[in-house]
Nanobody
Framework: QVQLVESGGGSVQSGGSLRLSCAAP????????MGWFRQAPGKEREKVAS???????SYVNSVKDQFTISRDNAKNTVNLLMNSLKPEDTAVYYC?????????????????WGQGTQVTVSS
């Protein structure tokens, strides 16, 4: 498994922005597919966004054109820029990783997880 360290959560008002970061030290980062998941109180965890080895991205419909996932292979980091935040975006956000043999496709199952960071959006 991979150590993942998240940062950047916090509290913002509706319409605000936050940038989450996730560091993955000590691995060959370019071999990994990275994802961001979230879990709101009383709800199941859902995948928000993923980025494949070649930078191909995928988003859940509810955050398309609102969130942007990016990766920096030189710094072993993946970021999630969240704009126009809404109260329904309130959740604990988790970074996840899985080694992948594919360049443009992310597996559905991730096997390394960060500790989670709280994002709270007030109306």
């Amino acid at each position: 498994q991979v150590q993942l360290v998240e940062s950047g959560g916090g509290s913002v008002q509706s319409g605000g922005s936050l940038r989450l970061s996730c560091a993955a030290p000590g691995i060959t980062f370019s071999r990994y597919c990275m994802g961001w998941f979230r879990q709101a109180p009383g709800k199941e965890r859902e995948k928000v966004a993923s980025i494949a080895r070649d930078g191909t991205t995928s988003y859940v419909n509810s955050v398309k054109d609102q969130f942007t996932i990016s990766r920096d292979n030189a710094k072993n980091t993946v970021n999630l820029l969240m704009n126009s935040l809404k109260p329904e975006d309130t959740a604990v956000y988790y970074c996840a990783a899985v080694a992948s043999v594919w360049y443009s496709y992310c597996p559905t199952t991730y096997n390394s997880w960060g500790q989670g960071t709280q994002v709270t959006v007030s109306s």
